[in-house]
């Protein structure tokens, strides 16, 4: 069975400081896909970032980066200088392909970690 | 780009009655997924359709349907509706598996319900 466990169940950080959300997955599946999600207040679900299981190259976009490490199944996620608007709840996600073998958007995801940013 | 549209955004019910949520995934999208988001949760797979046949199943209790319709846009009907129904309910789509889009997922907005 899929698991997904984000350690951390609250960070708060001053602005300006990096930040590093923990994901550890569990998958026996050979191939699979990880996700990262943010969910403001308003609760809405904003993709961040998506990743296959062939594929460990660690990615930056802007002051998001994320280490994926299949070793250790960990696919971390760090804030460089964080600001106050990402404050929101982050979920790590896993998927699977579904039973009918013909998509891969059965999502298990981690319980979630909420990071308030203070000024 | 069209996204996920899902209505009502906002629904209120009284216990033991009965509520349809709807969903119109992105156009040519094949997949539609249905998940619920208790409070303080994360969020939970229901159900699945592809091409509109049901293709996955997950934790969704027998008082809950869910169709897809020939024109892709599916509904979930819940029924006998108790207070723990209380969630947001995200509908989400993929497109047809293969190449660079495979694992590609889009999540609507979300419709709030709430039993009173």
């Known amino acids: 069975a899929q698991k997904v466990t984000q350690a951390q169940t609250e960070i708060s950080v001053v602005e300006k400081e990096d930040v590093t959300l923990d994901c550890v997955y569990e998958?026996?599946?050979?191939?699979?896909?990880l996700f990262w999600y943010k969910q403001p207040p308003s609760g809405e679900l904003v993709f961040l970032i998506r990743?296959?299981?062939?594929?460990?190259q660690n990615e930056i976009s802007g002051r998001y980066s994320w280490n994926f490490q299949k070793s250790t199944s960990s696919f971390n996620f760090t804030i460089t200088a964080s600001q106050v608007v990402d404050s929101a709840v982050y979920f790590c996600?896993?998927?699977?392909?579904?039973?009918?073998?013909?998509?891969?958007?059965?999502?298990?995801f981690g319980q979630g970690t909420i990071l308030t940013v203070h000024p | 780009a069209a996204g996920v549209i899902q209505s009502p955004r906002h629904l209120i019910k009284e216990k033991r009655e009965t509520a349809t949520l709807k969903c119109y995934p992105i156009?040519?999208?094949?997949?539609v997924y249905w998940y619920q988001q208790g409070p303080g949760q994360d969020p939970q797979f229901l159900i699945s359709?592809?091409?509109?046949?049901?293709?996955d199943k997950g934790s969704i209790p027998d008082r809950f349907s869910a169709q897809q319709f020939s024109d892709y846009h599916s509904e979930l009907n819940m029924s006998s509706l108790e207070l723990g129904d209380s969630a947001l309910y995200f509908c989400?789509?993929?497109?047809?598996?293969?190449?660079?889009?495979?694992?590609?997922?889009?999540f609507g907005e979300g419709s709030r319900l709430t039993v009173l």
């Open positions: 156009p040519r999208h094949d997949t």
């Open positions: 998958t026996r599946d050979t191939t699979y896909y």
């Open positions: 990743r296959n299981s062939f594929d460990e």
């Open positions: 359709f592809y091409e509109k046949m049901q293709s």
């Open positions: 989400a789509s993929s497109p047809p598996r293969g190449g660079t889009n495979t694992g590609e997922l889009f």
């Open positions: 996600a896993l998927s699977e392909e579904n039973a009918g073998g013909t998509s891969y958007g059965k999502l298990t």
